[in-house]
């Protein structure tokens, strides 16, 4: 009976920091903003921004200095591109820097006053190609239609003085080795399709964070003596209350989870070649490895404002260290192994490579290890934590009875006095 009657008294307890967890997540509004808002409409405002994956149209600014036929037909050309749009002419780089810089146009191609007589003279034209560096887009849409355009131009002109006679001499003239180019893993050649899977697992990630967080700062700026556990809360166990917060938090994101790697890439027609066993497998040690990492980071939260500058400060950096939107072999070893200490960088690699790539669960063993591993490790650091926590604030409860034991028997010393 006593066996039976020990469990039923973990799981009581356990169900009451359940309850009390949950009721915080509802009744804060930052926790609640982060837990379950943010969750639900980040994703889909980034989806919907880069929904088009590539731009079309970019303004550009045409310096023409030749004023020759064929540097008409090349303004032409590249007006007729589906991703350049010739905005406008300048009389010089300088007013064209001043249109760039104005951000009226994002590009200058500038044709030098020699082009058409080095063309006529046998020799190699130049264009010359100014882009706005601000923006990744633009200038792959500027200078890739830079290249195509002149490409083809150098194509006719090399087909106008071959001298061949037929359609076929004329091919092999201008493309000697026939060649196929197939984008891998992103057809579509964009942004969207390349970025944004690593960006929903990063957000289920920081939204974690940011909920436990918030709700650890509120425990400790409402306590008076600023303990993460009040002693109300703690009922003898540091296991009943990890056990209590994660099913809260496990809850919640299992929903969330499902909505960020397959609803929303399905609302937007992203890439979905994983299976959803292997997906499941996969995110099961995820989330609770992020839950874990986000109940560990929360006892260095001393203030609600405090984790919301955390983790505006590490998104940017964490997103880059996955290894996705910058060449993995290009990290410094140091910087790859600081990634390790955070579950976003295994959970973003392997939902790629199953998501995107079309893996399956053996392709990304490696990752799903790293992520039980750190699910393990953050799972010991929460208790060693919460149970530091936890003797903090029996200490204090402890100070606090003996504080009104002293006071007691001060008054009862006194009425006897009088």
């Known amino acids: 009976m006593s066996i039976f009657h020990n469990i039923y008294s973990w799981l009581e307890d356990a169900a009451y920091v359940w309850r009390q967890e949950i009721k915080q997540v509802f009744r804060d509004e930052g926790v609640l903003i982060f837990c379950v808002i943010v969750p639900l409409v980040y994703p889909l405002l980034y989806s919907w921004i880069y929904n088009n994956e590539v731009i079309h149209e970019v303004p550009v600014v045409v310096v023409d200095q030749s004023h020759s036929q064929e540097s008409r037909q090349l303004i032409r050309m590249l007006d007729a591109s589906p991703d350049v749009h010739v905005l406008s002419y300048a009389a010089d780089l300088d007013d ?20 058409a007589l080095r063309l006529n003279r046998m020799e190699q ?6 882009c706005d560096m ?16 002149t490409q083809k131009m150098g194509a006719e002109i090399q087909v106008k003085l071959s001298g061949n006679y037929t359609a ?15 984008p891998v893993f992103n057809p579509q050649g964009g942004y969207g399709t390349s970025i944004l899977p690593a960006v929903l697992m990063l957000i289920l990630q920081q939204t974690l964070v940011l909920g436990i967080g918030l709700a650890a700062g509120t425990a400790r700026e409402s306590n008076r003596y600023g303990d993460l556990v009040p002693i109300n809360k703690c009922y003898g166990g540091i296991g009943r209350i990890i056990s209590g917060k994660t099913a809260c938090y496990v809850m919640i994101y299992a929903v969330m989870g499902a909505f960020l790697t397959i609803v929303v890439p399905r609302i ?22 992020c839950i874990f990492f986000g109940l560990t980071v929360s006892c260095l939260v001393r203030y609600r404002e405090n984790v919301m500058l ?29 990634s390790w200490l955070f579950p976003s960088t ?11 790539m079309g893996g399956t669960l053996a392709d990304v063993s490696s990752e799903v290890r790293f992520l039980w591993i750190q699910m393990a490790a953050y799972l010991g650091a929460a208790c060693l934590v919460y149970g530091h926590q936890l003797r903090i604030s029996r200490r204090h409860a402890q100070e606090r009875l003996d504080y009104l034991r002293k006071k007691r028997e001060v008054r009862l010393a006194l009425k006897k006095r009088k």
């Open 96 to 115: 064209a820097q001043s249109l760039v810089s104005r951000q009226v146009a994002k590009g200058i191609y500038f044709i030098p006053e020699d082009f």
């Open 125 to 130: 034209g130049v264009l010359g190609v100014y």
């Open 134 to 149: 601000a923006l990744m887009l633009t200038y792959k849409a500027i200078y890739q239609t830079a290249v195509a355009v």
């Open 168 to 182: 076929r001499e004329d091919l092999i003239t201008t493309q000697p080795l026939a060649f196929e180019d197939v």
């Open 268 to 289: 937007f027609h992203f890439i979905q070649l994983a299976h959803w066993q292997d997906l499941l497998l996969m995110m099961i040690p995820y989330v609770f490895a």
């Open 310 to 338: 955390l983790v505006v400060f590490v998104s940017l950096p964490l997103l880059f260290l996955t290894g996705i939107s910058w060449p993995q072999s290009a990290i410094p070893g140091y910087w790859q192994g600081i």
């Open 346 to 356: 295994f959970g973003v690699r392997a939902y790629v490579r199953m998501n995107t």
